[in-house]
């Protein structure tokens, strides 16, 4: 928990839209949090979100707060999901909600009907959520409920079905990550043009029914494609996932997406599975016992559709080589052999523009201490990204 005066001054700022230029998400208030864990002064990070309302990585400034087209109400709120409108007056409504029932009956009551659409925004409607949580943050966690609804791309849950072969022997989580890289390895190709192929059929019913906004995006588009069609290995569920307490499937969800990465060090995409899976550990922390599991099965099976999405999986054989490196590997005192140490790597991150670094390290280093000092999780957290370059598609003007 972050207890700051500074920072629930910014963490309670209403001055900015969610988004800004279409969809491209409003970040500041992540960055606030991330900098904020990592010790970073109350001038840096003051500092830190004035410049990047004025001017983001992406070059663009944010937006003033949107008029809303609907007003938003019990009886509809579930009916504009996704529709990418009147995130203000979902504000309205969460927090009127939290005065009648207070956080935790908000929680209880309207978490579970989101979770399906975590992956919305690429994940960061549930980042913003979690990672309000996290800081104890009243009105972002407002915020939060609000973006996951405005953007909401269900992952379709309700299609997944138990492990019907081959998937007996996995035990944990990095198990079923290495039986599905194993059968992208020996079938890539029919699964790489599957997608390719689902990616460029724009004229069906389930194409249509994306939000044009996301096809200005690209990514965003190619996601909520593959959400929208699924594969039977996504809606595989593991064993693991309901006979394992959740607190050992989280611990192993954050080794298997740490290997991800570590397979493609400072991969843009495949940092968010890092910086969502905080999220949705904080969001499940505060649901009751009984819906746990059902936040699992979701990360599970949005985190394999992002990665189908890239019409591509990391292979069997470097995830096996990189498993075998670290999954016994502990930092044990001294100068470490290999990345850096915390210190530096922490000194780094506070000064980055970009601010998937110093959430990406907040992470990981939360994670390194509570395992007491995994290696995965210090040397991943040396790999640091780059903003990527925005598509061609956004010389078009946003659509909403």
Same mark, same amino acid.
């Given at each position: 928990?972050? +207890?700051?005066?500074?920072?629930?001054?910014?963490?309670?700022?209403?001055?900015?839209?969610?988004?800004?230029?279409?969809?491209?998400?409003?970040?500041?208030?992540?960055?606030?949090?991330?900098l904020a864990g990592l010790g970073a002064s109350?001038?840096?990070?003051?500092?830190?979100?004035?410049?990047?309302?004025?001017?983001?990585?992406?070059?663009?400034?944010?937006?003033? /707060?949107? !008029?809303?087209?609907?007003?938003?109400?019990?009886?509809?709120?579930?009916?504009?999901?996704?529709?990418?409108?009147?995130?203000?007056?979902?504000?309205?409504?969460?927090?009127?909600?939290?005065?009648?029932?207070?956080?935790?009956?908000?929680?209880?009551?309207?978490?579970?009907?989101?979770? /399906?659409?975590?992956?919305?925004?690429?994940?960061?409607?549930?980042?913003?959520?979690?990672?309000?949580?996290?800081?104890?943050?009243?009105?972002?966690?407002?915020?939060?409920? !609000?973006?996951?609804?405005?953007?909401?791309?269900?992952?379709?849950? +309700?299609?997944? %079905? /138990?492990?019907?072969?081959?998937?007996?022997?996995?035990?944990?989580?990095?198990?079923?990550?290495?039986?599905?890289?194993?059968?992208?390895?020996?079938?890539?190709?029919?699964?790489?043009?599957?997608?390719?192929?689902?990616?460029?059929?724009?004229?069906?019913?389930?194409?249509?029914?994306?939000? /044009?906004?996301?096809?200005?995006?690209?990514?965003?588009?190619?996601?909520?494609?593959?959400?929208? +069609?699924?594969?039977?290995?996504?809606?595989e569920t593991p064993a693991w996932i309901e006979?394992?307490?959740?607190?050992?499937?989280?611990?192993?969800?954050?080794?298997?997406?740490?290997?991800?990465?570590?397979?493609?060090?400072?991969?843009?995409?495949?940092?968010?599975?890092?910086?969502?899976?905080?999220?949705?550990?904080?969001?499940?922390?505060?649901? @009751?016992?009984?819906?746990?599991?059902?936040?699992?099965?979701?990360?599970?099976?949005?985190?394999?559709?992002?990665?189908?999405?890239?019409a591509d999986f990391p292979k069997r054989t470097?995830?096996?080589?990189?498993?075998?490196?670290?999954?016994?590997?502990?930092?044990?005192?001294?100068? @470490?052999?290999?990345?850096?140490?915390?210190?530096?790597?922490?000194?780094?991150?506070?000064?980055?523009?970009? +601010?998937?670094? @110093?959430?990406?390290?907040?992470?990981?280093?939360?994670?390194?201490?509570?395992?007491?000092?995994?290696?995965?999780?210090?040397?991943?957290?040396?790999?640091?990204?780059?903003?990527?370059?925005?598509?061609?598609? %956004?010389?078009?003007?946003?659509?909403?």
């Open positions: 928990m972050i +207890e700051s005066k500074l920072v629930d001054e910014l963490l309670n700022d209403q001055s900015y839209h969610i988004e800004f230029n279409g969809h491209l998400t409003n970040h500041a208030k992540h960055a606030v949090v991330a109350p001038q840096k990070i003051k500092a830190y979100y004035d410049n990047y309302a004025k001017l983001t990585p992406y070059g663009y400034g944010l937006e003033a /707060p949107k !008029a809303s087209k609907h007003a938003i109400s019990e009886a509809n709120w579930k009916h504009f999901f996704g529709k990418r409108t009147s995130f203000s007056s979902y504000c309205e409504f969460f927090d009127r909600q939290e005065k009648e029932l207070g956080i935790d009956e908000l929680l209880r009551r309207y978490v579970p009907p989101l979770l /399906p659409g975590w992956v919305g925004s690429f994940t960061h409607a549930t980042i913003h959520l979690g990672w309000a949580l996290d800081a104890n943050n009243r009105w972002m966690t407002i915020e939060g409920l !609000a973006y996951m609804a405005f953007s909401d791309v269900s992952c379709h849950p +309700e299609r997944s %079905f /138990p492990v019907r072969s081959g998937g007996a022997r996995d035990q944990q989580a990095v198990d079923s990550l290495l039986r599905i890289a194993g059968i992208w390895e020996d079938d890539h190709d029919a699964l790489h043009h599957w997608v390719e192929a689902l990616l460029a059929d724009t004229t069906s019913a389930t194409a249509a029914g994306i939000h /044009p906004e996301l096809a200005r995006s690209g990514l965003q588009y190619r996601i909520a494609r593959l959400l929208a +069609e699924g594969h039977p290995l996504i809606y006979e394992q307490d959740v607190s050992t499937s989280w611990e192993q969800l954050y080794y298997a997406v740490t290997l991800l990465y570590l397979a493609m060090p400072g991969d843009f995409v495949l940092l968010h599975l890092i910086t969502s899976l905080h999220a949705m550990e904080q969001i499940a922390d505060h649901l @009751p016992v009984d819906q746990r599991k059902y936040v699992v099965k979701c990360f599970w099976i949005g985190i394999l559709c992002v990665i189908f999405s890239r470097t995830l096996a080589a990189l498993h075998s490196t670290y999954k016994d590997a502990v930092d044990t005192g001294g100068h @470490p052999v290999e990345g850096q140490d915390w210190e530096r790597i922490v000194a780094r991150a506070i000064e980055e523009e970009e +601010e998937h670094n @110093p959430k990406m390290v907040y992470v990981l280093q939360r994670v390194w201490k509570r395992t007491g000092g995994r290696s995965i999780y210090r040397v991943a957290a040396a790999h640091f990204t780059t903003t990527p370059e925005l598509p061609k598609s %956004f010389e078009e003007p946003p659509t909403e």
